[in-house]
């Protein structure tokens, strides 16, 4: 099976066995714009080029003939909005990236006409800049003629799965998980919703096809692979992720560290309506109906270490972050907060900004670095605290994967901070390994879920290491540096 895994900073392909081994990986970083602070686009093309750039080295790595390939599943980051022409191909703008914060004011002027639960209650979500509905307003509001030329059909709207599956198939279609991110899909009736696009202003042609998340969508162009290869799965790489770790039952949770961190729990087949601004979302649809998963997002995880490389010129490579945070015995009283983007879960605070707080005459690099690593894993601890007020029970341990794993100082902390257990699966490339699996089922690599269970191992565990009193006095200093950064008000 082969899984495309489209990231937000890089383009991914893996190349699986039948036991969920990993044959051939390939990866290509690709440019992201900047236009304004709080902007973030992707030109629509780096996307596709890069994705087909790895699907075609994965398979020379492999050393295996296109048509040897049972399937493709498709994985992406999510609520990035992409707007092409049907008959070319051609994207009319850049892609809105889902981290992009253009789209408050249209946010806040649908909650202050008080439609706020109306998409609350159909669509399990908040209305908020991060999701794509308000970026498809933004884009017609300022393109007028992309409006008419919408209504007779002529654009495609699609979040990154629609776009790949568009390029690599012809076909314009989606499924649950990505719809179910867009603001203009009803969890419960499963189908794109009148009343939403209606105070959208989106006309319905613009949309695409939704299909269940296992099932063929399509074989590729022959020209594209060297194969016509089916594309059999489709999942947003959060569900894709939770999918990938086996998190089956009501109740199984898993944190996935990226660019951001996205904490899901497993509510099985009813939604759960949160109690702390969690978001309700559609885990996936395996052609027998809904699932269901309650989601606590952070919008800067892993980023802030890019920032600290990149912005800071603290650290050379990333993986330096982890010596470097180890070279001191703590953060010294300095904590940071950041909200480069605003906070999301449990806060969603658009005009929070980045803060660092304790800084004295003493404070280093070191201690800056240390307080950037354990802001990633307060700000998950957030997340985890609010899905177990949620759901009334305490979760047991914490399913982890993403690239921030390999930080070993992260994890540790992160089970310090939560107090409770953390594994790591054997396989770390969860999300394009949920794509692979879910895709696999309907080619019959595996025969149902319980298979897949039976073939997931766990690589490393990671056991909490301070006592309650310590984890609880870092979490109320945590908590006022984020009241700091949200109180903080720039002048215009």
Sequence with gaps: MMALDQGTTSSRAIIFDREGGIVAV????????????????????????????????VIKKA?????????????????????WERETGKPVTNAIVWQCRRTSEICAGLEAEGHDRI??????????????????????????????????????????????????????????????????????????DDELLRLLDVPKELLPEIKPSCGEFGKTKKELLGAEIPVCGILGDQQAALFGQACFDPGDTKNTYGTGCFALTNTGRKPKVSENRLLTTVAWDLGDGLEYALEGSVFIGGAVVQWLRDKMGLVKESGDSEALAESVEDTGGVYLV????GLGAPYWDPDARGTIVGITRGTASAHIVRAALESIAFQSRDLITAIEEDIGSKIASLKVDG???????????????????????????????????????????????????????IAKRYEPEIDSIAREEMVNCWHQAVDTSRTFKPQA
């Design 26 to 57: 390939a990866q290509q970083e690709f440019p992201q714009i900047f236009p304004r602070p709080g902007w973030v686009e992707h030109d629509p093309m780096d996307i596709w080029n890069s994705q087909l750039q790895v699907a075609r080295t």
């Design 63 to 83: 050393r295996i003939t296109p048509d040897r390939i049972a399937g493709t599943g498709i994985t992406n980051q999510r609520e990035t909005t992409i707007i």
């Design 119 to 192: 998409f609350r209650e159909k669509t399990g979500l908040l209305l908020d800049p991060y999701f794509s509905g308000t970026k498809v307003k933004w884009i017609l509001q300022r393109h007028h003629e992309l409006w008419d030329r919408a209504c007779k059909g002529e654009l495609c709207f699609g979040t990154v799965d629609s776009w790949l599956l568009f390029n690599l198939t012809g076909v314009h279609a989606t499924e649950p998980s990505n719809a179910s991110r867009t603001l203009m899909y009803n969890i419960h009736t499963g189908e794109w």
């Design 338 to 341: 950041p909200a480069f983007t």
């Design 403 to 457: 690239g921030a794993t390999a930080n070993s100082f992260l994890m540790q902390f992160q089970s310090d901070i939560l107090g409770i257990p953390l594994t790591i699966p054997e396989v770390a490339e969860t999300t394009a390994l949920g794509a692979a699996s879910i895709a696999g089922l309907h080619c019959a690599m595996w025969d149902n879920k319980a298979a897949i269970k039976e073939s997931r191992t």
